[in-house]
Nanobody
Framework: QVQVTESGGGPVQTGGSLRLSCVVSGRTNSNYAVAWFRQAPGKERGFVAATTWDATSTIYENSVKGRFTVSADTSRSTMYLQMNNLKPEDTALYSC?????????????????WGQGTQVTVSS
């Protein structure tokens, strides 16, 4: 069994920064990838970023490129999402997911384990 736990969300002003953490514990393997998705009220869940634990493959959604950075600390089984220059449109519930994607890192269907999410609210 794999457990996923997020933390680090909160309120922030436009232009500010937050760092989200995602701890993945349990029976994982070297093929695992960890991804962030977000869902704003009234909108579908959307892909934000994903990385393999060895960081050999990292991808971002276009609107966050250059502002968000993912990194992994394998010794702590933790993935981080550093979010800089936040905008009101980044406001959403951010969820971390873990799994072994076979086709697309961007699809939520590829991930079998999810956390409860952490809210990020960016005020203008």
């Amino acid at each position: 069994q794999v457990q996923v736990t997020e933390s680090g969300g909160g309120p922030v002003q436009t232009g500010g920064s937050l760092r989200l953490s995602c701890v993945v514990s349990g029976r994982t393997n070297s093929n695992y990838a960890v991804a962030w998705f977000r869902q704003a009220p009234g909108k579908e869940r959307g892909f934000v970023a994903a990385t393999t634990w060895d960081a050999t493959s990292t991808i971002y959604e276009n609107s966050v490129k250059g502002r968000f950075t993912v990194s992994a600390d394998t010794s702590r089984s933790t993935m981080y999402l550093q979010m800089n220059n936040l905008k009101p449109e980044d406001t959403a519930l951010y969820s971390c997911a873990a799994g072994s994607p076979r086709s697309s890192f961007r699809s939520p269907m590829e991930y079998g384990y999810w956390g409860q999410g952490t809210q990020v609210t960016v005020s203008s």
